[in-house]
């Protein structure tokens, strides 16, 4: 079984930053595809980035492209998404993810077997 746990989370003004965090434990955790999504008040939750296994692609929403960075750190079973130049837009609950089999349809959450419990983005105009 895999644990996931979300930190990071805060209130910033918008054009700031943060990085979330998710460490992961109880599998092996480099062989996992890692997605971040999130889910703002009255949504559905949404497809926000995503990164392979090894590191070898990223994938993005739209609407983050150039703002927000995935990567990991296979040595300490972590995933990070550093979000730069907030906008009042991607306040939301983020969370992480697990995808222990390789698919073309990681931008659906059903892809995804492992979630944590995530963690709150709170961007002030």
């Known amino acids: 079984q895999v644990q996931l746990v979300e930190s990071g989370g805060g209130l910033v003004q918008a054009g700031g930053s943060l990085r979330l965090s998710c460490a992961a434990s109880g599998g092996t955790f480099s062989n996992y595809d890692m997605g971040w999504f999130r889910q703002a008040p009255g949504k559905e939750r949404a497809f926000v980035a995503r990164?392979?296994?090894?590191?070898?692609?990223?994938s993005y929403t739209e609407s983050v492209k150039g703002r927000f960075t995935i990567s990991r750190d296979d040595a300490k079973n972590t995933v990070y998404l550093q979000m730069d130049n907030l906008k009042p837009e991607d306040t939301a609950d983020y969370y992480c993810a697990a995808d222990t089999i390789i698919t073309t349809q990681f931008r659906d959450d059903g892809a995804y077997e492992y979630w944590g419990q995530g963690t709150q983005v709170t961007v002030s105009s």
């Open positions: 990164i392979s296994r090894r590191g070898w692609s990223r």
